[in-house]
Structure formats: structure tokens, C-alpha cells
């Protein structure tokens, strides 16, 4: 059975990479300060796109969107407007990149 951790609005259990990577691209949409456990869901994307033999530039974008995430918080933190404009500026890039893929069928 799997284990549901709930991160806000992500919930991971049954989704797939993908499916999780979308959620994570959602919630960033509907916030502008990350939530918690949001990284970690992408963690758990990058590991379920892995686990299933995804594309590799699939799971480089999903990395730099997880790298971002990060640089994202680090900047709220530091209170650092032009890192964090810059990071809002590069997450929009991943999020058009990502939502340009195609989705392999199974």
C-alpha cells in the first residue's frame, strides 16, 4: 500500500512522475512563496521519473525545477528581490518547457 504524504495541494501516493511534476507546476502557479514540502514532492517525481525509465531531459527539467524551487526559498529568506525575480522568472521557463513535453504513453 502506499504511504500519502500530503504537501498542501500535492498529494503523492499512486501519481506518477509526471503527474506529480504537474502538481508541484500548479501549486507554484497559485503562490508565490513555495509551499512546504513542495521540493520534497519533487524529489519524489525525480525518483518515480527515474523509476520508470523516463526520458532524460524529462528528468533534467524536473531537476532544475527542483534547483529552483530551492534558489526560490533561499531568496524569500534572504529577502533577496533580485534573486527571486530572477528564480520566478526561471520557473516560468521550466513550467513552459515542461508543459511542452510529451507525455510518453505506457
Known amino acids: ?15 506518477d512522475g509526471y503527474g506529480l511534476v504537474y502538481r508541484v507546476i500548479d501549486d507554484l502557479n497559485a503562490s508565490a512563496v ?7 514532492a519533487m524529489f ?7 523509476a ?9 527539467i524536473a531537476e532544475r525545477i527542483s ?3 530551492h534558489v526560490l526559498e533561499w531568496s524569500l529568506q ?3 528581490d533580485a534573486r527571486h525575480g530572477a528564480a520566478t522568472q526561471a520557473l516560468g521557463a521550466l513550467r ?11
Open 78 to 80: 534572504r529577502r533577496d
Open 1 to 15: 500500500m502506499p504511504i500519502l504524504v500530503n504537501t498542501g495541494s500535492v498529494m503523492t501516493g499512486n501519481d
Open 96 to 106: 513552459e518547457a515542461w508543459l511542452s513535453l510529451p507525455v510518453p504513453r505506457n
Open 67 to 69: 534547483a529552483t524551487i
Open 34 to 40: 513555495p509551499k512546504p514540502g513542495l521540493r520534497g
Open 44 to 50: 519524489n517525481a525525480i525518483d518515480r521519473l527515474r
Open 52 to 60: 520508470v525509465s523516463a526520458p532524460v531531459d524529462h528528468v533534467a
